[in-house]
């Protein structure tokens, strides 16, 4: 079904929405790095089993993601007897489609003395003659981070239930310079011009100092460390989950992990230990020196482009040999109480995996997006064309069910008033911050009185040059009225064209939003605890907070299914 909004039906409302009156008290909760996760359990987003008044967190990380005999398969860490952290072993779970995912019995656990204090992060590599290498970081009986090799039993099988792990592990132990507990995560591998593999792991030097460390090996048992590292970043700290893959530059086409030549960048990302941020940039590969150099120095690993400006960590990409593409995972953890877990009996989510372009039209970032797949939970839809939202109003969008939707939202500014000041900030202090341009968007999660509410909006700022600089931002501190939870502002820039419009798609899933912005070239994902915007009572607005600018907005907007996550029903024959 596709309706039309009706502007005498949904009239503009005037209210104080945007004040600063509302409390924005809140508990900072640990977060825990990809090596020191909890527990992960698959919530993608349209779960409807989410409880998010009874404040889940979430902790976990996606391992070694692949495909293999028409089946995606995704490996987490995992705590199977509580749900807080300890006990962390491989969870496992597979889906035809990346969005229906079914539980299987537990991958690798934590019974040798090379990975009896926990099975943590790992990647898979597959090799040309379809062998799956499954390298992971164990920490041993004496708490030292080492590096193993698994592999399936039967590669005929396409649920891969059972792994081995090879006799001679550990693979790789920390090298001379490094610490015990500085040596973890490897890559995927990647195989050189000469026919040898290589892959690279995040650590650190002299404290400060955040590496890539590059190891060669013909054969996955043997490993020849390399002088020097892959890339470095003074004052960034230790680095996690190191992902290294090439990109095209014609933006159209995603690549093997194993490509490079003409037409090709390459990108370093790292999980910063210190911050709890992924940071990524772009730059050039030399596969005969093993040496990354980034494009833009001012925008290296950890000091410029976050992966996600949310609440986002320890991310993977993987090659979809089926569809080929490059498909991200990334780690949604939580801000309030481990109390909430253990009364829950779950916690982490997964974002919904993401396509991972070259942005050929900046040439500077990356475009994230939902696989296409989501698109099969679309039910019914909305269209509103042209809706004018004027200065310091809100417009409600009447369209029943707002806690699982799919928005795909385009917006107009029309200058009422010129404006030559310079103005200065990013998101400022959340959408109550008005500038003349800025902030408009959408308000998810809201109940009907605007007692809890989460703004996703666009906030373009005057520049020196008398260019506009738009932040892409999301403001938490009105979304929950539980005292317990942290609650921020998040948010970066994002470049506008001249011949674009502002636009964004937002996924919201009950407790969860994940906002791309200008076809995903700045994501935010953001995990939030409403009490009063529940299911039946949450609503959908347009606002505009900007005090120069008529904003006329166009939104497609569907409602969206279940993924209906369950375990794998052996009884039957195939699903």
């Not at 490993?223 to 020097?228: A, H, I, R």
Request: glycine fraction near 8%; aromatic fraction near 12%; hydrophobic fraction near 35%.
């Amino acid at each position: 079904m596709e309706a039309s909004y009706d502007p005498e039906q949904n009239p503009p409302l005037h209210a104080p929405l945007l004040d600063r009156s509302s409390p924005r008290t809140g508990r900072f909760a640990a977060v825990f790095a990809c090596l020191f996760s909890l527990i992960s359990l698959l919530a993608l987003i349209i779960n409807q089993t989410q409880q998010p008044f009874e404040k889940v967190q979430p902790r976990g990380v996606a391992e070694g993601p692949l495909y293999h005999k028409g089946w995606y398969h995704l490996f987490y860490q995992y705590n199977p007897y509580s749900a807080i952290w300890g006990n962390i072993t491989w969870g496992h779970a597979v889906s035809r489609d990346l969005i229906h995912w079914l539980y299987l019995p537990l991958a690798l656990v934590p019974d040798h003395w090379y990975d009896i204090k926990g099975v943590w992060t790992g990647s898979a590599t597959i090799l040309p003659d379809a062998q799956i290498i499954m390298l992971y970081t164990g920490e041993t009986n004496e708490s030292v981070q080492v590096q193993n090799l698994a592999y399936p039993a039967n590669l005929s099988d396409p649920l891969l239930l059972h792994w081995l792990k090879y006799p001679g592990n550990p693979v790789m132990v920390p090298p001379p310079g490094i610490k015990p507990d500085d040596f973890r995560d490897p890559t995927t591998a990647w195989l050189g011009p000469e026919g040898t593999w290589r892959l690279t792991m995040g650590s650190k030097f002299n404290t400060t100092i955040g590496i890539s460390l590059v190891y060669h090996t013909t054969n996955f048992r043997d490993y020849e460390q390399l002088d020097g590292v892959l890339h470095a970043v003074p004052g960034t700290g230790m680095w996690e989950c190191v992902d290294f893959y090439p990109v095209a530059i014609n933006g159209s086409v995603a690549l093997d992990t194993s490509s490079f030549g003409p037409g090709i960048k390459h990108v370093l990302k790292a999980s910063l230990d210190n911050t709890k941020v992924d940071h990524y940039a772009i730059g050039t590969y030399a596969p005969k020196t093993d040496k990354w150099t980034p494009d833009n120095p001012e925008e290296d690993v950890g000091i410029g482009l976050k992966v996600d400006y949310g609440r986002y960590y320890a991310s993977k990409t993987f090659f979809d040999q089926h569809k080929q593409r490059r498909v991200l995972w990334g780690w949604i953890n939580e801000t309030d109480t481990e109390t909430a877990d253990l009364k829950k009996g779950w916690a982490s989510l997964q974002t919904i995996p993401r396509t991972v372009l070259y942005d050929n039209k900046t040439g500077t970032n990356l475009l994230q997006w939902p696989v296409e797949e989501v698109e099969s939970l679309r039910l019914n839809s909305t269209m509103f064309k042209e809706v004018l939202v004027e200065p310091g109003s809100v417009v409600p969008l009447d369209i029943g069910t707002t806690t699982q939707l799919d928005i795909l939202a385009e917006f107009e500014i029309e200058p009422l008033i010129s404006s030559t000041t310079n103005e200065i900030g990013n998101c400022g202090d959340g959408a109550v911050d008005r500038s003349t341009y800025g902030p408009f968007g959408l308000l998810v999660i809201a109940d009907a009185s605007l007692s809890e509410l989460t703004p996703i909006y666009f906030r373009p700022l005057n520049a020196s040059d008398g260019t506009l600089k738009t932040y892409f931002c999301i403001d938490e501190t009105r979304s929950s009225k539980a005292s317990d939870v942290f609650k921020k502002v998040y948010g970066g820039k994002v470049p506008v064209l001249d011949d674009e419009n502002y636009n964004m798609r937002v996924l919201v899933d009950h407790s969860i939003v994940e906002s791309f912005a200008q076809g995903g070239r700045t994501v935010i994902s953001s995990r939030i605890y409403p009490t009063e915007a529940i299911y039946g009572a949450a609503r959908l607005f347009l606002f505009n907070n900007a005090t120069g600018v008529n904003v006329r907005a166009t939104l497609k907007i569907w409602e969206l299914n279940s993924a209906f996550i369950r375990p794998f029903p052996f009884e039957r024959d195939s699903v």
